[in-house]
T-cell receptor, first 110, second 110 residues
Framework: GENVEQHPSTLSVQEGDSAVIKCTYS??????FPWYKQELGKRPQLIID?????GEKKDQRIAVTLNKTAKHFSLHITETQPEDSAVYFC?????????FGTGTSLTVIP | EPEVTQTPSHQVTQMGQEVILRCVPI?????FYWYRQILGQKVEFLVS????????KSEIFDDQFSVERPDGSNFTLKIRSTKLEDSAMYFC????????FGSGTRLTVV
């Protein structure tokens, strides 16, 4: 099966700085990699995703990069704001099943 | 924007009792999923459902779990004899567009 690892588990940044969260996956058959933001007690919300035929995708302050050879993908948040504080999960889709990372608790300090 | 809706939002049940968690997926989606999240841990896959049958299930999804699509709109997860360790947030999701999670049902087994 697939194994997704996510680092770091916690991350604190000053408001305005950038945050980077990294995930690795093990199965080269995985072909879709979404990132979810989960605020306390709420559902995971899709914030950005990337398919295996694309190397980078950007949406305003959020970007995701994918290195298929190395089997890792990263979430980049620039100009962080306090409302970015949440738990972020990466996932990899293999077949019909998503495999989630263990989450990164991001705190943006005003 | 279409949403996946789940009921109830919170359910408390006694150990050994049966519970049914309900989900209404997005109407034109074809794949339906159940995930669970034990407090503070990552989201874990339970089961996927397509064309009125289970397409994939995890090792968590043992004989005490079952899923059903009793009519054209609802998708249910039944836990036959709940255990304390079944206490978690249960998320329904549907796809293919963006993989939308429901708001979750917090199940507390006492």
């Amino acid at each position: 099966g697939e194994n997704v690892e996510q680092h770091p588990s916690t991350l604190s940044v000053q408001e305005g700085d950038s945050a980077v969260i990294k995930c690795t996956y093990s199965d080269s058959a995985s072909n879709y990699f979404p990132w979810y933001k989960q605020e306390l007690g709420k559902r995971p919300q899709l914030i950005i995703d990337i398919r295996s035929n694309v190397g980078e995708k950007k949406d305003q302050r959020i970007a995701v990069t994918l290195n298929k050879t190395a089997k890792h993908f990263s979430l980049h948040i620039t100009e962080t704001q306090p409302e970015d504080s949440a738990v972020y999960f990466c996932a990899a889709l293999r077949g019909n099943q998503f495999y989630f990372g263990t989450g990164t608790s991001l705190t943006v300090i005003p | 924007e279409p949403e996946v809706t789940q009921t109830p939002s919170h359910q408390v049940t006694q150990m050994g009792q049966e519970v049914i968690l309900r989900c209404v997926p997005i109407s034109n989606h074809l794949y339906f999923y159940w995930y669970r999240q034990i407090l503070g841990q990552k989201v874990e896959f339970l089961v996927s459902f397509y064309n009125n049958e289970i397409s994939e299930k995890s090792e968590i999804f043992d004989d005490q779990f079952s899923v059903e699509r009793p009519d054209g709109s609802n998708f249910t997860l039944k836990i036959r004899s709940t255990k304390l360790e079944d206490s978690a947030m249960y998320f329904c999701a549907s796809s293919p567009v963006g993989y939308t999670f429901g708001s979750g049902t917090r199940l507390t087994v006492v």
